[in-house]
């Protein structure tokens, strides 16, 4: 998704922007720009590609005496990738530059206003619609301009401004898109995300929703959509996160590097909430009233955090023996959920800004329901809607495909499940005891998986060619699967689709042929002859089959298997936290060997903060 930077102070602008996109890279992007005020003038410098076509545009000019600037990195809507559809856009007169992340659902009917009013517009984007906007209302007032523009705006946008007749400022605006003001010596600073900030500062603002602000090298001043200045000193946060954990370290991917530190975040994810042998949730004081009227939990969510969440239904609907349904977010927002004051919402969100989550939070929230969330980073804008919150502990998450966020999201949801369970007394202290003991296991045994990923690399040089494979398994395991099939194809880009195994023979297996890749996963022990079954009935039509599974069933799956990975057998119900790691790895060495851009797959953005 795109990715906004500004600064202005006394120091030196470029540098710092074209830091800021660098680090923010990982969002998913086409095209990057940079707009600097030099002798109040605007520059812009914008290319299509990846960011070295910028720097290498902006090789030789002499830029240095800039101190205020914005950039961006453009994940294509409105408009092919191109240098002239790169951000930033500038208005007619020149005075106005803006870079914006979101969608303006109203562009066409201000398009059609602008150009009557004499404005001719030069890309396909919906943003060039906001600088000429503001440069229609421009009359000496950057700031009454801004108001005036953003008050005809219909859809989502964060914005930064520059005007070469205010040098002195840059504007940001807020609406459902992420912004963050940065304050540092004598400079400020804005941006999507926080990890463009972390290089020059930790003292961090969240822009809210519908708030303005004009930032001055020592100044930020906030409003609301009546143009009343907030007080927002107190609303500063310290972002306490390592640099260290936003690099590569020694490895040669994100990817990688993420799916290796699952152990270790999926620890402090669950001993941080486990003390003298109870669950504590100290973010989420529910009542227990509320809890013992609950009647039904929808979950809510997109991609693999959806697929978290069907995980989630599995624990839930066993441990608590309440309904619980699992709806994408996209298809949520617009049906009509059967929801009221008796219903739980709980949303699942890594980056904490998916647009369709947040609509779906929003919606939820107006039909009465109470909201949990369950995200990645602190202070986004689904944790600030929600009635409740349970962070995962997985840091920063880089790579585009997201491993240990989601497995921390797992973990989550199993400690959700004793703990409401036991609230309403609807699991034996033995039962709980063991769970407990179970879950804090978890780290440890996902190090044993871990230790054998070079089985996994080898494997996956047998299957690197295949065009497409089949994830099959039951009730848990078909759960992971969904997991592991969006894991391939996002970063191989080797087509797959995961079927309830059960359900093949109902229809899907028609496309069953000689040679066709199938991964069975089969943890279940109470299913494992059901899979041998529909193994077999593959195998018959010229399946090769990697399985995995535990080895206590090694004798029956090295009949039948082509290639067999074993995980530790420590538990049915808690078994996805396992499985996924060989389908994660798989994934991973499959596009290695493919040549993928693995931390950045094409077309993908780690945070889709647009419908
Ligand atoms: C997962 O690997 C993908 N990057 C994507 O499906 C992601 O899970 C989805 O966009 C939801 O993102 P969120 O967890 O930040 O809301």
């Not at 206003?113 to 890309?123: A, H, M, P, V």
């Not at 066709?516 to 059901?530: E, I, W």
Request: proline residues 2%; negative net charge.
């Amino acid at each position: 998704m795109c990715g906004i930077i500004g600064y202005i102070g006394a120091g030196e602008a470029l540098p710092f922007l074209l830091k800021g996109l660098e680090k923010m890279e990982y969002r998913g992007y086409d095209s990057s720009g940079v707009a600097v005020v030099s002798e109040n003038k605007i520059k812009v410098y914008k290319k299509c590609g990846r960011l070295k076509e910028l720097e290498n545009a902006l090789k030789n000019e002499e830029l240095l005496e800039c101190s205020a600037g914005i950039g961006h990195t453009r994940w294509a809507t409105h408009g092919k990738p191109s240098d002239i559809n790169s951000h930033p856009h500038t208005s007619k007169s020149g005075k106005i530059s803006v870079v914006h992340n979101g969608i303006i659902e109203n562009y066409i009917s201000l398009k059609n206003f602008l150009t009557q009013e004499g404005y001719k517009f030069i890309s396909d984007t919906d943003t060039e619609v906001i600088a000429q906007l503001i440069d229609f209302y421009y009359n000496g007032d950057l700031l009454d301009s801004v108001q005036k523009a953003v008050s005809r705006l219909e859809g989502s946008y964060a914005l930064g401004i520059l005007c070469s007749d205010e040098p002195d400022k840059i504007i940001a605006v807020k609406k459902d898109s992420p912004l963050i003001i940065g304050t540092g010596e004598n400079e400020n600073y804005i941006a999507s995300d926080v990890m463009a900030l972390l290089l020059r500062t930790r003292k961090i603002y969240r822009l809210q929703e519908n708030n303005i602000a004009v930032i001055k090298k020592d100044s930020i001043t906030v409003y609301n959509p009546a143009k009343k200045v907030l007080n927002s000193e107190n609303d500063f946060e310290f972002v306490n996160w390592d640099i260290e954990s936003t690099n590569k370290g020694n490895y040669e991917h994100f990817m990688m590097k993420e799916i290796m530190e699952q152990p270790t975040v999926i620890s402090k994810t669950v001993s941080s909430r486990i003390k003298n042998g109870e669950i504590y949730f100290d973010d989420f004081d529910i009542a227990d009233e509320y809890l013992k009227n609950l009647s039904k939990i929808y979950i809510v969510a997109c991609g693999s955090a959806a697929n978290a969440g069907v995980v989630g239904k599995y624990i839930m609907e066993k441990l608590i023996k309440i309904p619980v349904e699992v709806e994408l977010a996209s298809e949520f927002r617009y049906k009509t959920p059967l929801i009221d004051e008796s219903t739980l919402l709980i949303v699942i969100s890594q980056s904490g800004e998916t647009a369709d989550s947040l609509a779906a939070l929003r919606e939820a929230k107006r039909l009465g329901a109470k909201v949990l969330s369950i995200v990645n980073v602190k202070g986004s804008s689904i944790a600030n809607e929600s009635d409740y919150v349970i962070y995962t502990s997985a840091g920063p998450e880089i790579a585009v495909a997201t491993t240990k966020a989601y497995s921390c999201q797992l973990c989550i949801l199993y400690l959700l499940s004793l703990f409401i369970a036991n609230k309403l007394n609807r699991i034996s202290s033995d039962k709980l005891y063991e769970c407990i003991n179970k879950i804090s296991s978890i780290s440890d045994k996902i190090e044993e998986v871990l230790s054998k990923k070079d089985e996994i690399m080898e494997i996956a040089k047998k299957y690197k060619d295949t065009e497409y494979a089949f994830f099959i398994g039951r009730n848990l395991d078909y759960a992971v699967c969904m997991e592991g099939s969006l894991k391939l194809k996002e970063v191989s880009y080797i087509h797959s689709e995961a079927y309830a195994a059960g359900e093949l023979k109902h229809g899907p297996i028609s496309l069953i042929e000689n040679g066709t890749l199938v991964l069975a996963l089969l943890t279940q022990d109470k299913l494992f002859d059901k899979m041998i079954s529909n193994l077999r009935e593959v195998k018959a039509r010229g399946a090769k089959i990697f399985a995995i599974t535990t080895d206590i069933h090694k004798d029956k799956i090295s009949q039948i298997a082509e290639s067999v990975f074993y995980i530790p057998d420590f538990s049915n119900e808690f078994s996805p936290s396992l499985s996924v790691i060989p389908f994660q790895i798989f994934s991973y060495y499959s596009a290695l060997l493919r040549n993928c851009d693995i931390d950045k797959p094409r077309n993908l953005a780690k945070s889709v903060t647009v419908e």
